[in-house]
């Protein structure tokens, strides 16, 4: 404490005669920080209408509005909705920045708006860039007009940041046995999360449901997810089951359309919704005492299923819960059809395969395995003593590629299937795969593991060959790089033209020719080579796994003239999935172009609607 | 220590230290008092606030007391700084319950906003009038059975919706 | 005389908020006064029960309109206790940072406010100035100007922009360098003295008793501050010191505003220096699942105005099951506040409240 003073004050006198501080608004104006929290910008191409920023909103200032201009693609997780705000509810927070998945939100360090039509706060923010009537270079920008209509360009404020969004963009990762030991044997890859890992992994749902519209069976993605963060597996299970009556075979090799819609993809990695509903699946170990369901009253009407695949099995079980009388015919000696014949046990173990199908049985489907269509019963019985037939046979023959000496290549699904059994084939030391799709990669790993419990510790190779280049290869990314971790050869954009044989007639190698393009301008699939550009690659065994087609040889030649076809050679089926024989219902890999199990799950899920209403009608 | 002393003067006293610097008390309704004024006379001098929490599904109101020493040298034998949460729990019908001005004249306005707040009478408190609100309200609006927006709703109509959500 | 009622407020040029005061007075002289609050009560308290925990952040700072800071501090710290969230080095020495600067703000705006009332205009508008260049850094920092939703659970929302600590320190020099000014023209002015000195006197015992914290109990001589009693965020990693004085009346507690003011820019000084490198956050769980263990908290801090405390119970849910802010001038506007206007002179009515540094929005919360 200085001296007191009654003139000390006087001092300040002299700030008379300096500058004033005071900004002359608006002649004068003040440039707000690079950080400032001011109106919404929203990227319109980067925004997928999600709606975490409506949800996030603490004053529920955000509301979502549909623009019909908007294409939505579902299968890519897009929606035709946009956040549309409400300034007189807005705080300004940046919550909604800090949450929106794909970034397209921010804040621009514009902050006024001057009107007389209090409508006009309510805004629907969109990029500057896309309209240059509202944002206005710095040079015509007049204070005068300030509104939401007239702001300044490039004026972008509070931004997201990675390292603040408040998800979670890592996902728990799955706990899997590396590539070296892995490939010695037929062990299953993954290992499955325990319920810490679920339960954190299940934590990152943001509760979008963006993948229940991808998903072709429309799964309750996010409710069955949000029970499993509950800690509650068997409430998760039962929602599971609305949808999906075979989790554990799903849970493992579902084509995940629902990740591929996930926002949290887009700056981070989707969450793992199929190892989710796998630990739901492992979790409980007796569905029938969890799952508490018994079979509809009894209507009296019967159904014959041709084919126990996915579609099949969860065809039964739709039409079980309803009541009817199911009876599943399958050659195989098992049920699971394509799915017990092609994913090797590394990816899914009969066992599995067993437990979904034992539950579907337990509800009092009849499983009639060893038993061919056409072979054991006739298919004009099963038209005549059942009420309904659906065909859900799948893609059960191999294509070949014809080209000369194919014949003595082995055919991927052949291979496949004896894999399955216990006479497994005898593999060589130099295996060359034709193929590049999810068919081949399992014929290669396969193989792989089969020369490393045959010829353990020899100087063994698989080696691929396909078409396509590296960026077109039809098989999941995920298989490719696991396989390429296990050691196999890829040799990608080569096509097969001779498989040369040895004076005694085997196989010793395959020459291939290098591929210039596979499709022609129109898309479709019309290979072409480089002349003279040739190569041999060396293989005492070749496997073609170039695609699979069905095998309709069990209907009589009178049916299979009454039954049309699309142009792309896929049964036709009305909406109720019924073909244009009466009484006859399809769905799965012979009816769609996407050719996968869940889908097959959807088709069978319409038609099994469909089947009721017919036999009810 | 303090727990030990805690332990061997009051009856039916539960202590929990879970947290750092934050040792929780729990008594019956009775002992509130008398453990008020022990810890005071130890040096527990000053009371942060008193507040209430509304346990519906036990049909119970619990009244906190929070209080350390000003200063940790006041209190003998003390080496870190404590924040003493002195809990009780009250029926939640006609909730009734004595001053503690007298110990803690502080003590006064968080009284008053419990009773305003929670509808839990002070017995012995000079001037238990409303402190915050203005209006007369059939249930404490702080209790957990107060629906706040409906309450909006009564008396202020409705909350609009974001504009433009109507107009469709 | 005649014993007279006399209502002051809630608007009055004498105070700043809506706060009004009843008063028995004989003349000039108070015989009685009895605070009413209740102007501002918006039910933080309430909403924030119907609110998830994370939109409950941008909201907390809104219960204090001067210093909103020590707002969202303490309920990241509660959030933080509640849920054992740890929080990285940096973002402790970001929070100080960020808190001594709040702090200087608002003691600028506290300096506005009490000179302003006393009828030095010219100081207040100096104090004015003097927090908008405070303004700036924040706006710079965090994006807004007056509320700053800045400190998070789990640490800061934003690590500092490009070339920030040197704006800092341009700042507070520009600041500091006018507290000749300040000096000479306010604190040394014999005038202030005469109208602060001996009035709105609270003694120790009295403050302790009536719950007061903070400049009121640290002008009678107590080094009472949470800064040091319980430190939190990197207060303990520089040595500074807490400004005290004995008198315990306006002029000292005046005094000790100015002084903590300079001490914080001290403090701003060291705390730059020893700053790590590092991260500013730990990520907090998906705000739309987050639930925090059952359990309760008491955690406080110190606030420009004393001792903040905050009071949350969680029942494992996704919203906070109670919250209690115990504001400093919730003691010190409703108990200290009618103690000393007694037998207080009308024309000091605002002398005291603001010299209390009564801020009426923390009051009604």
Known sequence: MGKLSLLGPFSAIKFLFRKPKTLRFPFEQKETAARYRGFHLNDWDKCTGCGNCADICPNEAIIMEVHPEIKAVPENGEKNERPKLDYGRCCFCGLCVDICPPGSLSLSRDYLHIHFDPDTFVFTPRDDNADDKAFVPDEQYSILKASLSHRKRDYEGFSSDMDFALFNPDRVEMPEIPPDERKMSFIEQVTGYNQEEAVKEAQRCLECRLCEEACPAHLKISDYIKAIYDGEPAESLRIIYEDNPIPSICGRICMKHCEDACSLRLRGEALSIRWLKRYAADTIKDFKETLEQNPGSYTGKKVAVVGAGPGGLSLAYFLKLMGHDVVVFDELSGGGGIVRVGPPRYRLPEESIDKDVDYIASLGVDFRFNTRIGRDVEFEKLMSEYDAVYIGIGNTVSRSTRVENSEKCLLALDYLEQNKTDRKNIVTEKIIVIGGGNVAMDVARESLRLQNIQHTGKNTVVSMVSLEDWDELPATQEEIDEARDEGIVFNPAWGPKKVILDDFGKVKGLLCMKVKSVFDEEGKFSPTFYEGREMVIEGTMIVEAIGQGPDYSFIPKSLMEKIEFTVRRKLKVDENGMTTLPGVFAGGDIVNINMDAVTAIADAKIASEGINSWMSR | MLKQELETTFDNITIRMEKKNQLELSITKDGIMSVLSFLKNKGYDHLHVISCVDWIDDKQLELVYILSAYMKQDVPGETEQLNILLKTRIGRDDPKYITSIALFPAAEPYEREIHEMFGVDFLGHPRLTPLLLERDYDIPPFRKDFDTKQYVDDVFGSVPSVEGEDKN | ?365
């Open chain 3, 1 to 365: 005389m005649r014993e007279l009622e006399l209502y002051y407020g809630p608007q009055h040029l004498g105070m700043v908020g809506n706060f009004s005061l009843t008063l028995q007075v004989e003349g000039d002289k108070i015989l009685k006064a009895s605070a009413n609050p209740g102007y501002l009560h918006r039910g933080f308290e309430k909403l924030m029960e119907k609110r998830s925990w994370i939109k409950n952040f941008p909201m907390v700072c809104r219960i204090n309109v001067i210093e909103p800071d020590s707002m969202e501090m303490i309920y990241s710290m509660g959030v933080e206790k509640l849920a054992g969230i740890e929080v990285p080095e940096r973002a402790h020495f970001i929070r100080s940072i960020f808190l001594e600067l709040a702090r200087v703000g608002s003691h600028l705006f506290g300096l506005w406010a009490y000179a302003n009332m006393l009828g030095f205009d010219t100081v207040a508008q100096w104090a004015m100035y003097h927090r908008d260049l405070v303004l700036d850094l924040f706006e710079e920092l965090t994006g807004g100007r007056v509320y700053h939703i800045y400190i998070w659970p789990g640490g800061v929302r934003r690590d500092f922009p490009e070339g920030f600590k040197d704006k800092i320190v341009k700042t507070l020099h520009t600041i500091g360098g006018c507290v000749p000014d300040y000096d000479s023209t306010f604190f040394n002015n014999r005038l202030f003295y005469e109208r602060a000195c001996n009035v709105g006197k609270v003694s120790r015992a009295e403050a302790m008793e009536m719950g007061g914290v903070g400049q009121v109990i640290r002008a009678t001589g107590m080094a009472y501050d949470i800064r040091k009693v319980e430190p939190y965020a990197a207060y303990d990693r520089v040595p500074w010191n807490v400004p005290t004085r004995k008198e315990g009346d306006a002029f000292s507690r005046i005094w000790i505003v100015r002084d903590e003011m300079i001490e914080s820019v001290h403090m701003i000084f060291k705390l730059l220096d020893e700053m790590p490198e590092g991260n500013v956050y730990n990520r907090i769980p998906n705000p739309f699942k987050w639930r925090i263990p059952e359990g309760e908290a008491y955690v406080r801090c110190e606030s420009s105005r004393g001792e903040l405390g905050l009071y949350m119970v969680s029942d494992g849910g996704k919203e906070p099951y109670r919250a209690h802010f115990r504001t400093p001038s919730y003691s010190h506007g409703l108990t200290v506040l009618e103690k000393a206007l007694e037998g207080a002179n009308i024309s000091d009515v605002g002398n005291i409240m603001m010299s209390l540094y009564v801020v009426a929005p923390e009051i009604d919360r």
